[in-house]
């Protein structure tokens, strides 16, 4: 009756399953019943399947197949790979009868393939999955790993073949490990005990027994990773580890890609197998729905071009004779294995694209983490991996220990929450432990600070082949995070990660600010030494006195003291003591003087003396200049290249240090000289620690100086007026936290840290802990040489004592004046002396009063005058 119904309606589907696949047969059916439930044309599909004992062999299949040809089957599903026998391809070749796998199968060679030509898979092609896998291992960024798989699964080579190709290449860093379902767990975990780093290949059904015999050996900590590459593995009972705080170990597994337009348009449907999602439920099941669609979108699509009366065929004789071939039979392989992509919403595991061997060469790969169910990354056939949303949740499963060094002020112990007895985290203050509190309220974790025994950044040892400080605690996986003020070095980077840079700085020189002498009230005549001050008193005083003698014995220096007298009875010299001394003074300080010779004798004399005089003058100014600001100037040493080119001043970096590495490793010139003077002092020139060599700069007052980090050079001088920075910075570097090889919670620190800059969190952070907003020092310490200095009262305050004193003597001499010509007017207006005083000075207090008249003196003269006259 089959057999006529498959004549007539030529949709006959056959399939074969072993007896222990009943979940598999049971959604073949319940998929065909929905198409054919949902299907308006005139054919359906009528399913005829065959039974299979896991004892059955080639001659068993072969005549199961043939049966199903005999009932008039158009094409036959299966079987499963738990079959190692190819016979069923080979008769449907022979038969021309469409073969349709849904299962891992052997990838066959060339010389095989010409038996297969109507075999078509929508599994994943063994051959794009080992690529995904060494994609993704790639991705993890591991340095090395080792590959544990079934000795008994047959395909395990094909489908890790890349992974065993690095083998091959670097057999030093990439083992491989295989087990026998039938031995003892515990002798391959102790095989590969203290690896932190394993690639698992193995069926859902084993995994938990293998994941618990690993415990004992380490190998489920949180410092390893597992990656799992059967795409089954969301139906194994991994879940149950999830509360076992044994097992802390990171997961990675993978899953073909769900195709999300599928389950929007089939979101109405309530059959048991067309709407379980599609990690809940095994892959098979989804392909085998993929694999009928597939089928009846193809005869869908015929019926209407093609007969499907197609003539009886003898499996036997086909077999034994040449291959037959029908036309409608070929039609539909080849339809299958081109169908439009417009039809890729049909199928639950996205598009099916098949090369010219019937593998299927497009779909996706999602890598998830098994326990608790969340996608992470998607692979696709390009090579792209492409990273989804990672929750917070992977954050909390631990307490991450972060490892750090004490050192000011990114991590320094707060002696008030000691004196209180506050515990852990709250022990400490600084810039560090800011930023990982920022970071995990942004990201969502806890932490524990855990500061290193040795208080070392990170130092490799050649003779013992190790790292020390923070590096080492990472290396050894006895910290998750490392932070301080961490610099990212090649060196470094090859041993662990870095996040993103949290701070760029540079290299720069600390020097001891000598502090500023405080100069004597007279320090405006230290430009001229004693003996030259001498010579030019004694030169004043001996031109004015020449002056006085070459005027007299000139013609021309005798004048008419009244010029409206054609006949005067006398002839006055103006050149008396006051006015040559008046000329010489005026002249010493460039003031000029209204009273100038008039013989050529004199003004040759004169202009001998101004000569001298300006010279002595601009000498004295440019001396005075120089003087009083050459303790702001900056000495023989601006930068690291005069610091590398003299040998008086000693200076060094902290051992060990990037800075330190820097110059030891550097090929530059001046960097490598500088470096060379640091290896040769005595005593050394390193230090343990920069606060030893800050110490050691502000002890030596001067003769020795520090190289250190910008940052941590900005926060010494900005609290000790004693410090400055000398030179500009230079060898750019950055700051970042370090997290082990492969740690993939480096992404999302690097993504926090980038969102708390864009928000100006971190320029915040340093200004908290780097500015001193109690600083007296005086801003910009270092002066360019270009720069004229500001002058202090201090340093000129002689020259205002000098004005005042000057003011004085004079005040007095004019008041002695005052009192002498006082008397005169006394006498001559036959006053007394106190009367005239009154009288004098209520005349010279009224200052608006510019006109004094003259009085007649009692002796009879013509007139009584204030001041006499030369």
Known sequence: MAKEMGKLLGNATGALFYENEYEYQ??????????????????????????????????????????????????????????????????????????????????ENYSQKYKHRMTLNVYPSQTILSKAYADIVNSFGWKKFTIVYDSEDVQAYTKLQDLFQLHSLHADVVHIRKFNKNEDYRILWKSIKGERRIVLDCSPNILLDLLQAAIPFGLTGQFNHLFLTNLDTHKSEIKRLRDNPV????????????????????????????????????LKVTLIYDALMLYAITLKNITTNYPTNERYINCEYNQYNSTYSSPTRNYIYNSMKNISPLYET??????????????????????????????????NTKGQITQQYIRGTVFKKIVYRVATRIGEPYFMENSTAIAENITHNGRYMGYAVDLIEALSKEIGFEYIFVPVA????????????????????????????????????????TVVDFTVPFMQLGISILAYQKPTESKAWSAFLD????????????????????????????????????????????LENKWNISNSFWLTMGSIMTAGSDILPCSASMRTFNAMWWIFAVIIANSYTANLAAFLTNSKMEGSISGIQDLAEQTKVKFGT??????????????????????????????????????????????NNGSYMFLME?????????????????????????????V??????????????????????????????????????????????????????????????TLGVGVIIAYIAGIFEFLIYTQKVAAGEKLTFKKAFLKEITFVLCVWNNKKPLKLASSGSSKTTSPNTS
Not at 369 to 376: Q, V
Not at 459 to 484: R, V
Not at 529 to 558: C, G, K, N, P, Q
Not at 788 to 801: A, H, K, L, N, Q
């Open 26 to 107: 049971k959604a073949f059916e319940s998929i065909v019943l929905r198409i054919n439930s949902e299907n308006k044309s005139n054919f359906k599909l009528l399913p005829i399947i065959k039974k299979l004992s896991s004892y059955d062999g080639p001659d068993v299949l072969k005549r199961k197949a043939c049966n199903l040809i005999g009932d008039g089957v158009e094409a036959i599903f299966g079987p499963s790979s738990q079959t190692e026998s190819d016979i069923v391809a080979v008769i449907c070749n022979n038969t021309g009868i469409p073969h349709i796998l849904f299962d891992n199968w052997i990838e």
């Open 247 to 282: 097992y802390a170990m990171n997961v990675t597994a993978v899953r073909l890609k769900l195709n999300d337009d599928f389950y929007k348009n089939s979101s109405g449907h309530k059959t048991d197998y067309a709407n379980i999602k599609f990690h809940r439920q095994p």
């Open 346 to 379: 049909q199928f639950r595991s996205g598009s099916l694209l098949f090369d010219d061997n019937g593998q299927r060469t497009d779909f996706s790969i999602e890598m998830y983490e098994p326990l608790d169910d969340y996608g992470t990354a998607i692979w």
């Open 454 to 493: 040795d208080n070392g950044y990170g130092k490799y040892n050649k003779e013992t082949k190790q790292w020390n400080g923070i590096i080492g605690e990472l290396i050894n996986n006895d910290a998750h995070m490392g932070i301080c003020d961490l610099t990212i070095t090649q060196a470094r980077k």
């Open 527 to 570: 430009p001229f030494t004693v003996d030259v001050w001498i010579y030019v008193m004694i030169s004043i005083f001996i031109i004015a006195l020449l002056f006085i003698f070459m005027a007299r014995i000139s013609r021309d220096e005798w004048e008419n003291p009244h010029p409206c007298n054609k006949d005067p009875i006398s």
């Open 654 to 699: 902290m051992e060990g240090g990037s800075t330190f590495t820097f110059f030891s490793e550097s090929n530059e010139t001046t960097y490598r000289l500088a470096y060379n003077l640091m290896q040769n002092n005595d005593p050394p020139a390193y230090t343990k620690d920069n606060k030893e060599g800050v110490d050691r700069v502000l002890k």
């Open 710 to 738: 910008t940052t941590s050079l900005e926060y010494n001088t900005e609290r000790n007026c004693k410090l400055k920075m000398l030179g500009e910075k230079f060898g750019e570097k950055h700051y970042a936290i370090a």
């Open 740 to 801: 082990p090889f492969g740690a993939e919670y480096r992404s999302n620190l690097s993504v926090a840290i980038l969102k708390l800059s864009e928000r100006g969190e971190l320029f915040q952070l340093k200004n908290k802990w780097w500015k001193n907003h109690n600083n007296t020092c005086r801003e910009g310490v270092q002066m360019d040489a270009s720069e004229t200095p500001d002058m202090t009262f201090s340093e000129v305050r002689g020259i205002f004592y």
